[in-house]
């Protein structure tokens, strides 16, 4: 059982082998408070091929038919993370016939008969966290039709790993990490017999974090999207766990939903899939409404930003504008230089979109997705708008200062300004861009402005200037695999055919030259990045001010509404 005993447990250090030996005493449970009920959402499609012996984790595929999951070398630590975190359970879940269920329940006891003491890989206080919360919402399809020992087994290793964590959750890391071994203490205590003092310290440290982790506007400091719906989701499940065990829900729970529920609308695009900013993914399928809807919030995105982005919304579209700096210090590990990158989508159809996250695909990957040139903005050549410090190799410690943003919305439509100085030390320049929305949803104007603010900016800017050469930059909007597009007007133009049927042109005011060029789309559970493509304005700065003005708009002859049944998603691409 290679995965067992595979990396993730050869770093264990020697306080979290000691709370692991200790949660060994004492007698197990034997049973629960009241029968748990299934809260996660898994896939049918992964399931299926689970079933198959096609095991997909963390952008790599291993086709092992008839193999137990145990019997797989991982490839590499965060595949073996994904394995002992145990989330392949809500697919085998989602299928839930006798095959998914043989295996569920074989690859379950497996995973306890290798580690009776508790040694061996998975054993860090978030995997545990996470695997709890799934053992106990999936308890009746790991326990119906076996034998009374494989019941006494689970029982005794549960206990272990809530005794575990109730020593242990302090060494999480403060987020997403920490919100996940608590609220996989507090629901697998709560539902077990005996277990329920363990869960007090838990929630007062869960009360604290959301105090200090989730901020007055319902945001968490990596600000990545997709953390902001696991944090609500868990939050959502430890809420329900106390109300299901008739026990005091602390205040600041609720408290804390409240305020990130409207911002979750906020960041949720018009084909119900959140912004994929600094890290982070669209989300689950059906993950995003679900969570909204179990929590009963019906607060709507108020004014202002939301978590540093702002969103314009009119008709069937949706834009959403990054307008503040990347995170920096614990929570910048994932942080993208995307300040002031955008994403549209229009209906059910993502349009403009950002590379997104490379880190499944490798270093070089992870490295060239957070790059500004991976996002639908503007960068100089070679230079992103927030960078890296020397000997810093994930945290982006020259972040781009944000100098002002405006959003405004009159008859015309929805208006947003901002500017930032990410290259005013290196460059003299600040980078401003106006983006409106028209009332109707058809029709987004941008402008973009590189020039040099202050004196200071001018004595960078003017000598880079004398030289003669300009600085090259390039104005990057980036395409949906799914666009279908090409350049029109006699190269002055590009056109893009969504599936829906709808036409959407690109124009620009002529300052730049436009072509069509080859991109990428990083998207989590590929095996390999998607080809697509990206339009490309690109100029040279050669004066104190240089403005480039540019639309994206739907085609005269398009519908106001279109009919969009058939969308053809793919749950679980390879």
């Known amino acids: 059982m290679a995965a067992i005993g595979g990396t993730q447990g050869g770093g264990m250090t020697l306080g979290n082998r000691l709370a692991i030996w200790r949660a060994g ?23 299926k091929q689970l079933v198959a012996g096609n095991f997909l984790f963390a952008g790599h595929l291993v086709e092992a038919p008839g193999q137990s999951i145990w019997d797989i070398a991982p490839p590499d630590p965060t595949f073996a993370a ?10 085998l879940a989602a299928v839930s016939d006798a095959p998914a269920r043989k295996r569920a329940q074989e690859w379950t006891y497996g995973w306890i008969a290798a580690t009776p003491q508790g040694t061996g890989a998975g054993w860090t206080p978030d995997l545990t966290g996470r695997r709890l919360i799934r053992w106990i919402n999936h308890a009746p399809f790991l326990l119906v039709g076996r034998p009374q020992a494989d019941s006494a087994a689970y029982f005794t290793s549960a206990t272990r ?39 007090r310290p838990a929630l007062a440290a869960m009360a604290q974090d959301c105090r200090q982790e989730i901020d007055a506007g319902g945001g968490i400091p990596t600000r990545n999207p997709e953390d902001l719906l696991e944090v609500f989701t868990l939050l959502n499940w430890a809420r329900l766990a ?54 009963g919030v019906r607060g709507a995105p108020g004014p202002g930003l939301a978590m540093g982005f702002a969103r314009l919304a009119s008709g069937r579209t949706t834009v959403i504008v990054d307008c503040a700096p990347p995170p920096g210090g614990r929570a910048g590990q994932s942080a993208h230089a995307s300040t002031l990158g955008f994403e549209l989508t229009s209906g059910r159809r993502p349009l403009i979109v950002n590379c997104g996250s490379g880190t499944p695909f490798g270093a070089e990957w992870r490295r060239a997705g957070r790059a500004t040139a991976s996002h639908s903005t503007l960068a100089l050549e070679g230079f992103s708008s927030s960078r890296f410090g020397r000997g810093t190799q994930d945290i982006l410690t020259d972040r781009a200062s944000i100098l002002g943003v405006t959003q405004a919305q009159d008859n015309a439509g929805l208006h947003v300004s901002a500017a930032h100085g990410g290259w005013s030390v290196t460059h003299g320049l600040t980078h401003g861009r106006v983006l409106s929305l028209d009332i109707a949803g058809r029709r987004l104007t941008g402008t973009d402005l590189l020039e040099a603010r202050t004196p200071a900016e001018n004595r960078v800017l003017a000598p880079l200037l004398a030289k003669g050469a300009g600085i090259p930059f390039a104005v990057r909007l980036h395409l949906h695999p799914d666009v279908d597009a090409q350049l029109d007007m006699g190269g002055t133009a ?51 001010q240089t403005r480039i003005g540019w639309t994206l708009a739907k085609a005269q002859d398009t519908p106001l509404a279109i009919r969009d049944l058939d969308r053809e998603d793919l749950p679980v691409p390879v």
């Open 494 to 544: 590009v056109s893009m055919a969504l599936k829906s049927g709808e036409i959407w042109v690109f124009r620009h005011d002529g300052r730049c030259e436009l072509t069509l060029q080859s991109s990428v789309y990083l998207e989590k559970g590929r095996l390999q990045p998607r080809a697509t493509k990206q339009i490309v304005l690109s100029g040279l700065v050669t004066v104190l």
């Open 161 to 199: 790993q809530v005794r575990y964590l109730a020593r242990a959750w302090t060494k999480a890391q403060p987020g997403l990490p920490r919100f996940e071994a608590l609220t996989g203490l507090i629901v697998a205590g709560l539902a077990l017999e005996g277990m329920q003092s363990l869960t």
């Open 242 to 295: 106390l109300t299901e065990a008739e026990a005091a829900i602390p205040a600041e729970i609720p408290a804390a939903m409240e305020r990130m529920a409207p911002t979750l609308r906020a960041l949720r695009h018009a084909d119900g899939g959140l912004a994929r900013f600094h890290g982070g993914g669209r989300g689950l399928e059906g993950r995003l409404d679900t969570a909204l809807a179990m929590s």
């Open 25 to 47: 005493f004492g007698k197990p449970a034997s049973g629960f408070v009241s029968q748990p009920e299934p809260r996660s959402i898994g896939l049918y499609a992964r399931g």
């Open 82 to 91: 994904e394995v002992h975190g145990f989330g392949w359970l809500d697919d």
